[in-house]
C-alpha cells in the first residue's frame, strides 16, 4: 500500500502565518483562520435555510471552508493588496493556486482524489452556491481579526475593518445583514459582557 502525504501536508496549515504585512498583537495562522471560516460558512448557511427559505447543506459549506485556504501551504499568505494589485498578478495567482490544488490532491491514494478535487477545486452546482457562503465567511473571519487587533490597542487595522466592513456589504447577502445584526456585536465584547 502506498503511503499518502495529504494529511501531513495539512496539518502544516499551522505554520502559515496571515496578516503577514501587517504588525499583528497576536498572529494568526491558516489553520486558527480555516475553522473560524468553517463555523462562520455553517451559520450563514443555516441563515439562508432558517430566514430565507433555502434549502442548502449548511455541513457541505463548512467542509468546503475547512479546505478553502488548503492551496496556501503551498503558496504561503499572498497578502491581499498583493494578490489583487492588478488583473495580471490576481490571474497568474489563480493559475498558482491551481497548480498548489493539483500537487495537493496528487498526494492523495486514487480513490480519494475524485472526492477532494470537488471540495478544494469548487466546479459543481450547489457547492458554486456555497462558495458565496464561503467567501462571505472568510470576510466576516477578517473583520473579526481587525475587531481583535483593534479591541487590543492595534490600529493598523482600522483600514483594514473599514475595507472589510465595505466589501461584505457589496456582497448583497441578507444572510450577512443578519450575522452582523445578530452575531458580530459579541466579538466587540469581553468575556464578562458576553452572559
Same mark, same amino acid.
Given at each position: 500500500?502506498?503511503?499518502?502525504?495529504?494529511?501531513?501536508? *495539512?496539518?502544516?496549515?499551522?505554520?502559515?502565518? =496571515?496578516?503577514g504585512l501587517m504588525n499583528n498583537t497576536k498572529n494568526?495562522?491558516?489553520s486558527e483562520h480555516s475553522l473560524e471560516v468553517a463555523m462562520l460558512a455553517h451559520c450563514l448557511v443555516l441563515i439562508s435555510n432558517?430566514?430565507?427559505? &433555502?434549502? *442548502?447543506? +449548511?455541513?457541505?459549506? +463548512?467542509?468546503?471552508?475547512?479546505?478553502? #485556504?488548503?492551496?496556501e501551504i503551498i503558496t504561503g499568505d499572498l497578502p491581499t493588496p498583493v494578490k489583487y494589485f492588478n488583473p495580471e498578478i490576481k490571474q497568474a495567482y489563480k493559475k498558482i493556486e491551481d497548480q498548489a490544488a493539483d500537487k495537493l490532491i496528487s498526494m492523495l491514494p486514487d480513490d480519494f482524489k475524485e472526492d477532494f478535487e470537488a471540495i478544494i477545486k469548487i466546479s459543481s452546482g450547489e457547492d458554486e452556491k456555497l462558495k458565496k457562503f464561503?467567501?462571505?465567511?472568510?470576510?466576516?473571519?477578517? *473583520?473579526?481579526?481587525?475587531?481583535?487587533?483593534? =479591541?487590543?490597542?492595534? #490600529? !493598523?487595522?482600522?483600514? +483594514?475593518?473599514?475595507?472589510?466592513?465595505? +466589501?461584505?456589504?457589496?456582497?448583497?447577502?441578507?444572510?450577512? !445583514?443578519?450575522?452582523?445584526?445578530?452575531?458580530?456585536? &459579541?466579538?466587540? *465584547?469581553?468575556?464578562?459582557?458576553?452572559?
Open positions: 500500500m502506498k503511503q499518502s502525504h495529504f494529511y501531513a501536508m *495539512l496539518s502544516r496549515m499551522k505554520y502559515i502565518n =496571515r496578516w494568526e495562522n491558516l432558517k430566514r430565507f427559505g &433555502s434549502n *442548502l447543506n +449548511a455541513e457541505r459549506a +463548512a467542509l468546503l471552508a475547512l479546505f478553502h #485556504d488548503s492551496t464561503v467567501k462571505a465567511a472568510d470576510k466576516f473571519s477578517a *473583520l473579526i481579526k481587525c475587531i481583535d487587533e483593534i =479591541r487590543m490597542g492595534n #490600529d !493598523e487595522f482600522g483600514k +483594514a475593518k473599514e475595507s472589510t466592513e465595505a +466589501a461584505i456589504h457589496a456582497m448583497n447577502m441578507p444572510e450577512c !445583514e443578519v450575522f452582523e445584526h445578530e452575531f458580530l456585536p &459579541s466579538f466587540y *465584547l469581553s468575556l464578562d459582557e458576553q452572559d
